[in-house]
């Protein structure tokens, strides 16, 4: 069925379904609906009682509503978004309307029931009042390239938040990516598992109450408070680059007192967890750079992790210790709260403590005879490097070389397993397994 969008003269094809009040219009039963045309003031309703999906080709759709929701779910079995090739569509909603009723609809995009978006075309939303899209059951994002602007969070899905594909660009005055039920341990969860997520937002850059992880895909968080927070964080695939004001990654089952985020803090292991099996992450923090209130385990992947600058946090921290039987971990940060792998992981890793700082874009590297085993250019400050990789062995000593050149802060660090010395200064040794303080530092 067609519904053609028009102000004070919307048409659908047939009547069957399809209930138009002046910019109202309504879709009362399951089928397929393309939706084209423009209401600068009108409202899309869905409100199927009955068994059956409720499918919205969104082919050429512009729609804002001053009022409220601009294309609001009341109900339906399922619900479906699919963004025809080749269009560009838009929702938006009005500025300062009342959402305060329980289920009141706050997003430019707002739906009651399950809601996939897909499809191929362009999305781009404007949640004015609160949010840009919310769900107050599960969220999945397939296809499509998808624009959100919110006042308060970006894409939000009760029951979960799940990005299997597509480009999804979020701007958000709060959250960027939540999922909030709390009263289900089941469910609150957010994944990523495909496609391009880019998020700017006010506070966390993806938050879940319940478990949050990234299988696949690109996931860039360019601005936040703590970049990914959920009660259990597992980094599995894909590539994720995090950058945060406080911590980049953060676990807690909000059982502990003090601290901020979801609950956390304190030195109490909660039983959380923080899991990186695979996968690429580079986080920029200027709190903790891994944050777990419980444990972290790491087994594979690449983590690169530029910490904090100042002595109250530190690049790595966990309530439950740090447990490394794989992968690649290069994290350097302050050196006042750093803590290294617990002595029993299997991984081979050093900690390498400075007197004094190295400072932004000098090269440290780790040397075993004439074999350069890592090189690393940080784009801040730091006096404490922990390293995690297969070429390091337990016990064994390691040289420790400096290079006397600077990059400028305002270039891209680096880090490559191998390297050369040349130009460098060896400014001590380390022996693996063993934390470290000073060694001398750069000059």
Do not use: C
């Not at 059982?255 to 690429?280: C, E, K, P, R």
């Not at 790491?298 to 439950?320: A, E, H, K, Q, R």
């Not at 004439?370 to 000593?397: C, H, M, P």
């Amino acid at each position: 069925m067609k519904v053609t969008l028009q102000d004070g003269a919307s048409s659908a094809s047939t009547q069957t379904g399809v209930q138009i009040d002046g910019d109202t219009v309504t879709i009362s039963a399951p089928g397929t609906y393309v939706l084209s045309g423009t209401l600068t003031d009108g409202t899309i309703v869905v409100n199927s009682a009955d068994e059956g999906r409720v499918r919205l080709v969104l082919d050429n759709a512009a729609v804002t509503n001053s009022q409220g929701a601009a294309l609001n779910i009341v109900a339906a079995d399922e619900a479906v978004v699919v963004l025809e090739e080749g269009t560009t569509n838009s929702l938006a909603d009005g500025t300062g309307y009342d959402t305060s009723a329980e289920d009141a609809p706050n997003a430019a995009l707002f739906s009651m029931a399950d809601l996939t978006i897909g499809g191929s075309g362009t999305l781009k939303v404007t949640g004015n009042t609160n949010d840009g899209i919310a769900s107050k059951d599960g969220l999945v994002i397939l296809g499509g390239t998808v624009d959100v602007t919110a006042a308060d969070d970006g894409i939000r899905g009760k029951d979960y938040l799940v990005v299997q594909g597509g480009t999804v660009t979020v701007t958000a005055g709060d959250d960027g990516l939540k999922s909030d039920n709390e009263d289900d341990d089941t469910v609150g969860y957010i994944l990523l598992a495909g496609g391009t997520t880019t998020v700017d937002a006010g506070d966390d850059g993806a938050h879940a109450e319940g478990d949050l992880a990234v299988t696949g895909g690109s996931v860039t968080i360019t601005k936040s408070n703590e970049g990914l927070e959920g009660a259990n964080v597992v980094i599995a695939g894909g590539t994720s680059s995090v950058t945060a004001s406080d911590d980049g990654l953060n676990t807690t089952q909000g059982s502990s007192s003090g601290g901020g985020g979801m609950g956390g803090g304190g030195m109490a292991n909660d039983g959380s967890q923080l899991v990186t099996s695979g996968g690429t992450l580079v986080v920029d923090s200027g709190g903790d750079g891994l944050d777990s209130n419980g444990q972290t385990t790491i087994s594979g992947g690449t983590t690169v992790v530029y910490g904090p600058t100042m002595n109250g946090n530190g690049s790595l921290d966990s309530n439950g210790g740090i447990d490394v039987t794989g992968g690649t971990v290069l994290a350097a940060g302050s050196g006042g709260m750093a803590e290294a792998p617990d002595t029993s992981s299997t991984q081979g890793w050093v900690q390498l403590g400075f007197s004094s700082n190295v400072t932004a874009g000098q090269t440290v590297q780790i040397v075993s005879g004439d074999t350069v085993i890592a090189s690393f250019t940080a784009k801040k400050d730091y006096s404490n490097l922990v390293f995690v990789g297969d070429d390091i062995t337990s016990g064994q000593s390691y040289d420790v070389y400096v290079g006397s050149g600077s990059l400028g802060s305002d270039q891209l660090a680096t880090f490559s397993l191998g390297g050369s010395t040349d130009g460098a200064t060896k400014v001590g040794s380390v022996t693996a397994g063993q934390a470290t303080g000073g060694m001398g530092g750069p000059r």
